[in-house]
């Protein structure tokens, strides 16, 4: 007998009864089976889902010549859901074209929420010279932000702006790197080189953390005072105490 109001049988595919959900029309086949609707090229082959408030609620439809497939909602509001195991859903797609994964309600073009304490998103690219993630915003001049990591009460970790600046512990870097806290290079007994390059070719400033010693190459000053009024420094053969602003040069022991 039919299981359907309408049941197109090609051969059993064994003991089953249809949903009362959707047993107005069923196709059985021992094999693997399908339903195909054909169209010339240009032309949009379709299956549209309606009710008594509206004619087409939802549509699933193709285009040979568009090179287009689409899955549409028709009514003024509606949203999109994808479900995955158990029928636990897995992407929503709002109407202002808002899609949320792990979220109902998503707040921004993509929202990606998770209530684990692993990984909540791994991008990795596996060719030896693959690259990685390109984030664009904002103007070079304006200084909008770019990127930013927050703690999950919403305390702003790190902000990168896209003017190049980079800030931790602030939201508004005022140079290439702005820290607004302590900063640390290694731990204790075990730490690393510190270099400061100046201008000059060859000059720079050089923690050595091999011998525990803060270095400055030949002819690179170590300046103290407003104007650099007291300066020291070795040129390869000699070392240099000058005195050149207004004042004593005292050596007090105290």
Excluded: C
Excluded at 61 to 68: I, R, V
Excluded at 110 to 123: A, K
Excluded at 171 to 180: E, G, Y
Excluded at 209 to 228: A, C, P, R
């Amino acid at each position: 007998a039919p299981d359907a109001k309408l049941h197109v049988y090609k051969a059993s595919a064994g003991t089953y009864t249809p949903s009362s959900l959707a047993d107005a029309f069923v196709i059985e086949n021992s094999v693997s089976s399908g339903l195909t609707i054909v169209t010339p090229d240009n032309k949009t082959s379709a299956i549209f889902f309606g009710s008594p408030s509206r004619n087409i609620g939802t549509r699933i439809q193709w285009n040979h010549d568009s090179d287009l497939f689409t899955i549409s909602t028709a009514k003024a509001g509606a949203e999109m859901a994808i479900k995955s195991g158990n029928e636990s859903e897995a992407i929503r797609i709002t109407s202002d074209g808002n899609v949320g994964i792990g979220t109902t309600t998503p707040s921004y073009p993509f929202s990606l929420e998770n209530s684990g304490t692993g990984l909540i998103s791994r991008i990795y690219n596996t060719n030896a010279d693959g690259q990685g993630l390109l984030i664009r915003a904002g103007d070079a001049s304006s200084g909008t932000r770019a990127f930013q990591v927050a703690s999950s009460n919403d305390t702003k970790i790190m902000t990168v702006t896209s003017n190049g600046r980079v800030g931790i512990g602030t939201v508004n870097p005022a140079s290439p790197l702005h820290v607004a806290g302590t900063v640390q290079v290694g731990v204790d007994d075990t730490g690393h080189d510190v270099k400061f390059f100046g201008a000059t070719a060859g000059s720079f400033l050089l923690w050595d953390e091999s011998d525990d010693s803060l270095e400055l190459t030949d002819s690179t000053y170590i300046k103290l005072g407003d104007s650099g009024d007291f300066k020291m420094w070795h040129d390869g053969s000699n070392t240099y105490l000058s005195n050149e602003g207004v004042g004593h040069l005292y050596f007090q022991n105290t």
